[in-house]
């Protein structure tokens, strides 16, 4: 069955009502039961704060267990979790009003893994955001996906109107980890893209959420003559097309060229007047960082650099490229929009 461009937005957006429904009648049984974890906890970091000794957990785990036996969540190791996650957040301005955006085993999946506040509040607003599993969430967290977006270089900021550039920001990594595809050391760039497309829904996932898939080697045409997208994507919060070009070396100044052509022939030839601009991403191998800085100051056409990698292992030098804490609180405030 063929949709046109309008009906399949119009089907995408009766899924997104029905997806929120549900999400609401979810969240109100997960308050709940937020609470009351938040409220044992905080019972029994109070009376620790009291020199209570460590046996009253055990003990209460035992009794509360013998009272409500078709209850779970009252282990001994859960409940010091309860105590953990009512410590963790508490005094925390940014977190605690954001426990009761997400389910109990989410919030173990980001306080346990997740070492500061900062990467615990994006965790929890992406999972919000993008309706991420338990499993979903901990891949994220493994994949360095919150380094991975404050590290992203792209010229959104000077090419994009104001009311979508930092929604775009925060649509486009800095790498992206296809630890999924098998794929041998050495592979050329068509067995990259044949193997993201037998693996389209990791791939869409690992781009963050909010993708859908077009086509690709995606046709485009200049006086007869043919071009060839590797990847079209559909982005629907910018409601925008994504043309994306895999690189299976080093990013080349003459890639950010070639990427304008298409981002111009595809505003000029697909791009329905209701959508906005088309955005590029070129995926390489791997990329000098000032080679791109330079590329990307005289873009006119808004375009993203990443690169990618078939391992879940971040580099450790990202750690030291990190932004400031006040930084990373901007990019979280536009994030949480």
């Known amino acids: 069955m063929n949709l046109t461009t309008l009906e399949k937005e119009f089907i995408l957006d009766i899924k997104e009502k029905i997806r929120q429904a549900q999400y609401e009648a979810l969240k109100e049984v997960n308050v709940k039961?937020?609470?009351?974890?938040?409220?044992?906890?905080k019972s029994i970091a109070e009376k620790q704060s009291e020199n209570w000794g460590k046996s009253i957990v055990s003990k209460l785990s035992k009794e509360l267990q013998l009272e409500f036996p078709g209850i779970g969540g009252f282990s001994t190791?859960?409940?010091?979790?309860?105590?953990?996650?009512?410590?963790d957040y508490h005094a925390d301005t940014n977190l605690q009003p954001l426990v009761g955006e997400i389910g109990w085993s989410k919030h173990l999946a980001i306080f346990s893994k997740c070492k500061n506040s900062q990467e615990k509040q994006f965790y929890i607003l992406a999972t919000k955001k993008h309706g991420w599993t338990k499993n979903v969430l901990i891949?994220?967290?493994?994949?360095?996906?919150f380094e991975k977006y404050l590290l992203n270089q792209t010229n959104f900021d000077e090419a994009l109107p104001?009311?979508?550039?930092?929604q775009a920001l925060l649509a486009v990594k800095d790498a992206y980890t296809f630890d999924f595809l098998n794929l041998a050391h050495e592979?050329?760039?068509e067995e990259l893209e044949q193997a993201l497309v037998k693996n389209i829904r990791k791939f869409l996932l690992e781009m963050g959420g909010d993708y859908t898939f077009i086509g690709n080697q995606y046709r485009i045409q200049v006086n007869?003559?043919?071009f060839w997208v590797d990847l079209l994507l559909y982005?629907?919060?910018?409601?925008?097309?994504?043309?994306?070009?895999?690189?299976?070396?080093?990013f080349e100044p003459e890639h950010k060229g070639k990427m304008e052509f298409y981002l111009a022939v595809l505003n000029d030839t697909v791009k329905l007047p209701h959508e906005n601009e088309s955005?590029?991403?070129?995926?390489?191998?791997?990329?000098?960082?000032?080679?791109?800085e330079y590329s990307l100051k005289s873009a006119a056409q808004p375009i993203g650099i990443a690169t990618y990698n078939t391992s879940h292992h971040l580099p450790k030098m990202y750690e030291a490229m990190l932004p400031s804490a006040a930084e990373i609180a901007q990019k979280l405030f536009e994030f949480s929009k």
């Open 279 to 292: 955005i590029g991403i070129i995926i390489c191998k791997s990329k000098d960082r000032t080679i791109v």
């Open 235 to 250: 982005h629907r919060k910018l409601q925008c097309l994504i043309a994306i070009d895999l690189k299976i070396g080093d």
């Open 187 to 189: 592979h050329s760039e």
């Open 162 to 166: 104001e009311k979508i550039s930092k």
């Open 224 to 226: 007869a003559k043919d």
């Open 33 to 41: 039961l937020i609470n009351l974890y938040w409220e044992i906890g």
């Open 77 to 87: 190791s859960n409940i010091w979790y309860m105590v953990q996650f009512y410590t």
């Open 139 to 145: 891949h994220q967290i493994e994949n360095k996906t």
